[in-house]
């Protein structure tokens, strides 16, 4: 689909010829590389970057290419540094994991960082999405966390010092306390409203007596090993070359949420968030997870990463942590709010019940 973008494809002709970007792609052809501007499409704009699809040309070779334009701001995010400095400094480490980036240049006419990279197509909307396809994620998953996983990350720390997020920094361990306080008060600021009041009071006093103990939750998750995280992994941030093979050439993008943080947490968002939303998978939600847990602690041993804890223990202590630490605090501030519909609230709410009785956490 077609969108409306505030970069034209005027300004990426003229940038590809006055800038000489063609040459990155000489492997192509020993003849000039050209962009075809007839098939160029801007697949998503908005006010911090500009994607486009691309199509470049040499003798008989073709190849689609994306180009993702970061735009200057006033304010920068840092989870767009932290992607920037990914797609320019950490591909040695981070290239197998993510589609090939073939050129960046930075600061051109003004737009900040323009990126080109392999054009692969996400999963989303080319499979009809279930459980049983974790199964072909979750061992690059594992790749990826056990290359980076403590020791090993320490190793190459020089490649990310200064930019990528730390779990255990000062600045994080603040954060976390701040996001404690305001979770405890939109809790009660919840409770004052009647269509919230309801959903909030079977679960208050627990709360209140779970969030007084934060946020320093479950440890053990910690000490079970932090690695580089993509920390936003969906159907949409996951590309694949071969969907329709057995096993898949799967690659990640959007890595503004990538992070120094505990292992466990990706599987919460691939495994956990999905399931939450698709209550199709509920009778099953069980017997997924055990499989998918078991899966990922296998595929961590292939690459010499061994828990000493259950898996599944493990996986629930991370689950109910990262809930406690920030997804509970936005869906009450949602709530409350009306900034968006809160659809994780009610769910969340039984999980702390249920697995934080299982787990001692208001014992």
């Known amino acids: 689909m077609n969108r409306t973008s ?6 990426i002709r003229k940038t590809w010829s006055k800038r000489k970007l063609y040459e990155s792609f000489q492997f192509l052809s020993a003849k000039k590389a050209t ?48 992607e920037k400095k ?93 996001l404690n306080e305001l979770t405890r008060y939109y809790l009660d600021e919840a409770m004052k409203k009647k269509n919230l009041h309801t959903v909030i009071k079977p679960y208050y006093s627990l709360l209140q007596a779970v969030l007084k103990k934060g946020p320093g939750y479950f440890p053990e998750v910690r000490k079970a090993g932090c690695s580089i995280i993509h920390g936003d992994l969906h159907t949409a941030n996951i590309v694949c070359r071969n969907v329709h093979q057995n096993e898949w050439d799967i690659k990640f993008i959007d890595w503004e949420g990538a992070k120094y943080a505990p292992c466990w947490y990706d599987l919460v968002n691939l495994i956990g968030v999905f399931l939450a939303y698709r209550k199709e998978w509920k009778d099953q939600e069980e017997e997924i997870t055990h499989r998918c847990v078991h899966l990922y602690a296998d595929e ?24 406690l630490e920030k997804s509970l605090y936005l869906q009450l501030n949602w709530a409350v709010t009306g900034k968006k519909e809160a659809k994780l609230l009610t769910g969340y709410l039984e999980k702390i019940r249920v697995l934080g009785k299982k787990l001692d956490l208001y014992s």
């Open 86 to 178: 990914i797609y320019r400094k950490a591909t040695q480490v981070l290239q197998p994991f993510m589609p090939k980036v073939y050129l960046t240049k930075k600061n051109v006419s003004g737009r900040g960082l323009w990126v080109f990279m392999e054009y692969i197509e996400p999963l989303e909307g080319r499979v009809q999405y279930n459980p049983d396809h974790f199964d072909k994620i979750i061992p690059t998953l594992a790749k990826l966390h056990a290359i980076t996983i403590d020791k090993r990350f320490l190793e190459q720390e020089h490649i990310f010092a200064d930019w990528l997020p730390r779990y255990d920094s000062k600045e994080a361990r603040k954060e976390r306390m701040r």
């Open 35 to 82: 962009l075809n501007h007839r098939k160029m499409e801007c697949l998503k704009d908005s006010y911090k970057s500009s994607i486009w699809k691309l199509v470049i040309h040499a003798d008989n070779n073709s190849l689609p290419v994306i180009l993702k334009i970061s735009k200057e701001l006033k304010k920068e995010r840092p989870e767009s540094i932290v």
């Open 6 to 11: 505030s970069i034209d494809k005027r300004l």
């Open 300 to 323: 961590m041993r292939k690459n010499g990463v061994v828990f000493h804890l259950d898996p599944v223990k493990l996986y629930e202590m991370a689950y109910l942590k990262k809930v």
